[in-house]
């Protein structure tokens, strides 16, 4: 009879030093296989007197358990070793390193508008928002424009269909001016009110210097003692920390808008530079000219009462500024309708690095 114990131990020793699911399937086939000498051993005690069987069996059941055990342990071994591998194959490696040339950049427009923010809030100016798809009472009622008004018609306003009325019965439109918001701030705030809203509005006008949608700045102060000093003041010094120089002239031309009164056009004084338009100067110097930004005026009492407000106890202006037309007064492109065309290489040539974050102490413009 061959010695069991030994080759339980060589066995043992062999199912140890398998490296692969193989060579242990080869190992078990040896003894626990059908003609694996464990399997065999045990065989052989059929055909034993009682007695030799008692005494060869336990060596035989003891040779089997161990070997099965040892087998076991070592396959549940092997294959978690090969998941860990394959998990360790199969892993994404997040430290690749970045493409050489990074895409895409910053519109002008939204430079603009951060530019802006970062300039009036430092004037104490909060920024408001109001909905792009209005109804008419607030872009046009509340603003002194009734129904029979003419202004509205010089709005080229894009309605919605004549049953798309909200619950109070408004009629829906796309918002011609950022002009409502001021209506929404006061009803919502109350005063006393600094704020400006910056967004898109819609007219149905397209050429070099008018497109669709475009976007504007409301400003509104209200609060007690307001005059057009306070209005002058307020834009001078937000043109010149926009444009990032001290020679900006403003000139207000009397104008006529419902919502405010009096009313005042904005223009700037500019000069012609090699075929660019540069900001500066006093528009009737020689070689210089003026050019309208925007609209603005002390806001009329109508216009208070309709946001609740007592005219007798508050004043103030508003203001709304072309933002597209000052991005291009201050970047140099010289037609808006290549703002919205989409063109990466017209981005890639106006635009901003995100980093490139305004802030006064680095400079409003400051370019990457
Ligand atoms: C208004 O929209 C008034 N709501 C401005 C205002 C606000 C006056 C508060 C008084 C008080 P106006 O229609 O002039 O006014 O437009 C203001 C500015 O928006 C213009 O000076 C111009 O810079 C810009 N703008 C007007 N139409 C277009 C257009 N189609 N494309 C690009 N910019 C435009």
């Known amino acids: 009879m061959t010695d069991i114990p030994s080759q339980t131990e060589s066995a043992l020793a062999a199912i140890a030093a398998a490296d692969s699911l193989d060579a242990l399937e080869a190992e078990r086939l040896e003894t626990l296989g059908k003609k694996g000498w464990v399997s065999l051993a045990l065989k052989t005690l059929g055909g034993m007197t009682p007695e030799e069987r008692s005494a060869a069996a336990p060596a035989i059941q003891s040779a089997r358990a161990r070997v099965a055990e040892a087998l076991d342990m070592k396959k549940a071994a092997l ?81 919605f269909g004549h049953n798309q009325r909200n619950a109070a019965g408004g009629q829906m439109l796309l918002r011609t001016h950022t002009s409502p918001v001021q209506i929404r701030a006061m009803i919502d705030q109350g005063a006393p009110i600094r704020i400006i809203a910056p967004g898109r509005v819609y ?98 009492a109508r216009v208070l009462e309709f946001a609740g407000l007592d005219p007798k106890e508050w004043q103030g202006f508003a203001f709304g500024l072309g933002i597209d037309r000052i991005a291009m007064l201050k970047y140099g492109m010289n037609d808006l309708r290549a703002f919205f065309d989409g063109d990466p290489r017209w981005l890639a040539h106006y635009g901003f690095s995100p980093f490139d974050q305004p802030t006064l102490s680095a400079g409003v413009g400051a370019r990457a």
């Open 203 to 300: 007219r149905s006008d397209s050429d070099a210097t008018h497109t669709p949608m475009f976007h504007q700045v409301e400003g509104l102060v209200i609060d007690k003692g307001i005059h057009l000093g306070h209005l002058k003041w307020t834009l001078e010094t937000f043109f010149k920390a926009f444009f990032e120089r001290e020679d900006i002239v403003l000139r207000l031309r009397p104008s006529y808008f419902p919502f405010t009164e009096p009313s005042v056009e904005v223009d700037v004084g500019y000069s012609n530079e090699g075929g660019r338009r540069v900001v500066g100067g006093h528009g009737d110097a020689p070689g210089h000219a003026w050019m309208e930004i925007g609209g603005s005026g002390m806001v009329n």
């Open 79 to 159: 294959e978690a070793a090969a998941l860990a591998e394959q998990l360790a194959r199969e892993t994404i490696d997040l430290t690749l390193p970045a493409p050489a040339a990074p895409r895409g950049s910053v519109h002008p427009v939204s430079q603009v508008m951060d530019e802006l923010a970062e300039i009036f809030a430092e004037l104490g100016f909060a920024v408001a928002t109001g909905p792009e798809i209005e109804d008419d009472w607030h872009n046009f009622t509340a603003l002194n424009m009734d129904e029979t008004h003419p202004a509205r018609a010089m709005h080229d306003t894009f309605y």
